[in-house]
């Protein structure tokens, strides 16, 4: 029997409608069947509550189940293991919200995974796929601008089973304290203290020696999608190279533009699109081979029988990948296939499987992609939850013929109208970035709305500042060039609100020219973004000066002296 879907439910208040943001956690057990293995740990018993349980009562059951009443119908229970660990049970349950709920003594905490509010609204804050035999973490969040009284919930669809639960936690965050989790993360994991000592040639310090840095390179890529206008209009090329030095063909590369017409390809735009990104140094995303939505396919593909596809499909995936083989710095291989399974059904359950095995035998040098919506935009979307995409990985990175492949994770990033779930967001990265595989943010888009900007830098810090995400791309830019969802630029050129933003963090996220003046023991002590630096050293009383080169990155150690002789 296949175990059912869980995720937490509860009610909330928040104090004097402010925004609050949390995360919460909890280990769920279903008592019958269980659910293809993933990549989150199994555990024979569980962890302790995290925050000791932040607001919620009697966490770990050490006192019954003081506190946790009976939702919907059935029974609870306290049970006992035999290494005498404590949890509740919810039995003889017959509808999917049977369950065990707590009410909340502080009216202003916020709810993991599904909560309710005003009486009946339900809001989904994190799933997990729980295994029989053991204790599964299910970690979500969300954040909270609303004033009503809030329970806590459990969910499986499957009310012919148990739910265990242990140890649960349930901890608010002002924006204030989330703010300073991100800056403190950005500083441990983006930067590093970088230390020189300017010393004379015979040794002695150099006090008030001047050291100039200026960055080359950034070592995390924040680039912008680009399309085919960048060909025709001059101010959006000199935009964008003031800029960004990644990026992703928006739609060039994709089947339905170099094969409108079966067996006429044409690759005369991204041919020249490429021919700019390489004149000026910007690194280019594949995006992508396949498009796993039966509605994104080329017209003349959709009618196609399945012996025909498969040839046509053959054909594509040599040709696109052969052509550009070395040119890339990655490949979407197959476009949403945990939402959607057009070649699935066409091909058989393994053809995304085949694709990916058949892309890294053509370019076995390059990093493919998975890359899919909704996953750590939307709490609502269980089909793209952290765990069935994980799921959906694991299928394809064990299918024989991809040992070998450089595998990342894709989280695209359209983000609706409206407040982001940044603690929803966390808690999804937070779950990929434990399989170990890198992560990208690949299409980061906020729709329309008067905070668009705030939104958008919300949720961009966050993907900054997290150790897991390793490279981010916006789907947004110039209005003139299209990009009217997310626009950077308004028509006469000058910025948007969110176009604002986003030259903020790029000035932020990288490093300026700096100047440093050495102390009375030669020493400059300076915090730098992780990337490539050209150094120059002088001194007020010579007109000597010494020119280096700099790589910083992750693991600079401080106790590593750059030593800068200089002569009189």
């Given at each position: 029997?296949?175990?059912?879907?869980?995720?937490?439910?509860?009610?909330?208040?928040?104090?004097?409608?402010?925004?609050?943001?949390?995360?919460?956690?909890?280990?769920?057990?279903?008592?019958?069947?269980?659910?293809?293995?993933?990549?989150?740990?199994?555990?024979?018993?569980?962890?302790?509550?995290?925050?000791?349980?932040?607001?919620?009562?009697?966490?770990?059951?050490?006192?019954?189940?003081e506190g946790w009443t009976v939702f919907g119908k059935g029974a609870i229970e306290e049970r006992i293991s035999n290494e005498g660990n404590r949890f509740i049970v919810a039995r003889n349950r017959?509808?999917?919200?049977?369950?065990?709920?707590?009410?909340?003594?502080?009216?202003?905490?916020?709810?993991?995974?599904?909560?309710?509010?005003?009486?009946?609204?339900?809001?989904?804050?994190?799933?997990?796929?729980?295994?029989?035999?053991?204790?599964?973490?299910?970690?979500?969040?969300?954040?909270?601008?609303?004033?009503?009284?809030?329970?806590?919930?459990?969910?499986?669809?499957?009310?012919?089973?148990?739910?265990?639960?242990?140890?649960?936690?349930?901890?608010?965050?002002?924006?204030?304290?989330?703010?300073?989790?991100?800056?403190?993360?950005?500083?441990?994991?983006?930067?590093?203290?970088?230390r020189f000592q300017v010393t004379h040639i015979n040794g002695t310090a150099l006090e008030g020696a001047t050291v100039f840095i200026k960055q080359t390179k950034a070592g995390f890529p924040f680039g912008c999608g680009m399309n085919r206008y960048i060909l025709k209009f001059r101010h959006y090329r000199k935009w964008f190279?003031?800029?960004?030095?990644?990026?992703?063909?928006?739609?060039?590369?994709?089947?339905?533009?170099?094969?409108?017409?079966?067996?006429?390809?044409n690759y005369s735009i991204p041919d020249a699109m490429l021919k700019f990104t390489k004149e000026n140094y910007i690194s280019v995303r594949g995006h992508n081979i396949f498009w796993d939505d039966p509605k994104y396919q080329p017209e003349w593909v959709k009618s196609l029988s399945p012996e025909d596809l498969q040839k046509a499909a053959d054909k594509?995936?040599?040709?696109?990948?052969?052509?550009?083989?070395?040119?890339?710095?990655?490949?979407?291989?197959?476009?949403?296939?945990?939402?959607?399974?057009?070649?699935?059904?066409?091909?058989?359950?393994?053809?995304?499987?085949?694709?990916?095995?058949?892309?890294?035998?053509?370019?076995?040098?390059?990093?493919?992609?998975?890359?899919?919506?909704?996953?750590i935009e939307y709490s609502g979307d269980k089909v793209a939850s952290p765990a069935?995409?994980?799921?959906?990985?694991?299928?394809?990175?064990?299918?024989?013929?991809?040992?070998?492949?450089?595998?990342?994770?894709?989280?695209?990033?359209?983000?609706?109208?409206?407040?982001?779930?940044?603690?929803?967001?966390?808690?999804?990265?937070?779950?990929?970035?434990?399989?170990?595989?890198?992560?990208?943010?690949?299409?980061?888009?906020?729709?329309p709305h008067p905070n668009q900007a705030e939104y958008f830098e919300e949720v961009l810090r966050e993907a900054y500042s997290h150790p897991a995400?390793?490279?981010?791309?916006?789907?947004?830019?110039?209005?003139?060039?299209?990009?009217?969802?997310?626009?950077?630029?308004?028509?006469?050129l000058r910025n948007t609100p969110t176009g604002n933003v986003v030259d903020k963090l790029i000035h932020e996220w990288g490093t300026g020219p700096r100047k440093a003046i050495a102390d009375s023991r030669g020493i400059v002590d300076i915090s730098l973004q992780h990337g490539d630096y050209d150094v120059t050293v002088t001194h007020p009383l010579t007109n000597f000066s010494k020119t280096m080169n700099l790589s910083v990155r992750r693991g600079f150690s401080q106790e590593t002296i750059i030593r800068v002789k200089m002569h009189a």
């Open positions: 029997m296949k175990a059912s879907l869980i995720s937490d439910k509860m009610k909330v208040a928040a104090a004097q409608g402010c925004n609050l943001l949390f995360t919460t956690s909890c280990l769920l057990l279903i008592t019958a069947g269980f659910s293809p293995s993933l990549p989150f740990r199994c555990m024979v018993e569980p962890q302790r509550a995290q925050y000791g349980g932040g607001i919620i009562v009697n966490p770990g059951f050490d006192h019954s189940i017959t509808q999917p919200l049977d369950s065990f709920s707590q009410k909340l003594s502080e009216g202003s905490d916020m709810v993991s995974v599904i909560f309710k509010i005003n009486g009946s609204e339900l809001i989904q804050g994190g799933h997990v796929i729980a295994k029989h035999g053991c204790w599964t973490l299910l970690k979500g969040g969300i954040v909270a601008n609303f004033s009503s009284p809030a329970e806590i919930l459990f969910e499986s669809k499957n009310p012919t089973v148990e739910i265990w639960a242990d140890n649960l936690s349930l901890q608010p965050f002002t924006k204030k304290q989330w703010r300073s989790h991100q800056d403190d993360s950005i500083e441990r994991v983006r930067k590093s203290r970088v190279l003031s800029r960004f030095k990644y990026t992703t063909f928006t739609n060039e590369m994709k089947w339905y533009s170099t094969e409108k017409v079966q067996g006429q390809e594509r995936i040599n040709s696109v990948v052969s052509r550009y083989k070395g040119e890339v710095i990655a490949w979407d291989v197959v476009n949403e296939n945990v939402h959607f399974h057009f070649f699935e059904d066409k091909l058989g359950v393994n053809a995304s499987s085949v694709f990916y095995s058949t892309a890294y035998k053509l370019d076995p040098n390059t990093t493919m992609f998975f890359n899919e919506y909704n996953t069935n995409y994980i799921q959906r990985v694991k299928e394809i990175l064990t299918y024989p013929g991809t040992d070998g492949i450089s595998p990342a994770i894709g989280l695209q990033g359209h983000f609706p109208s409206g407040q982001p779930n940044i603690a929803y967001m966390r808690s999804g990265l937070d779950l990929l970035g434990a399989t170990g595989l890198p992560l990208w943010i690949t299409e980061a888009s906020m729709d995400v390793k490279g981010i791309i916006m789907f947004a830019g110039p209005i003139r060039a299209g990009f009217t969802k997310t626009p950077l630029t308004y028509a006469n």
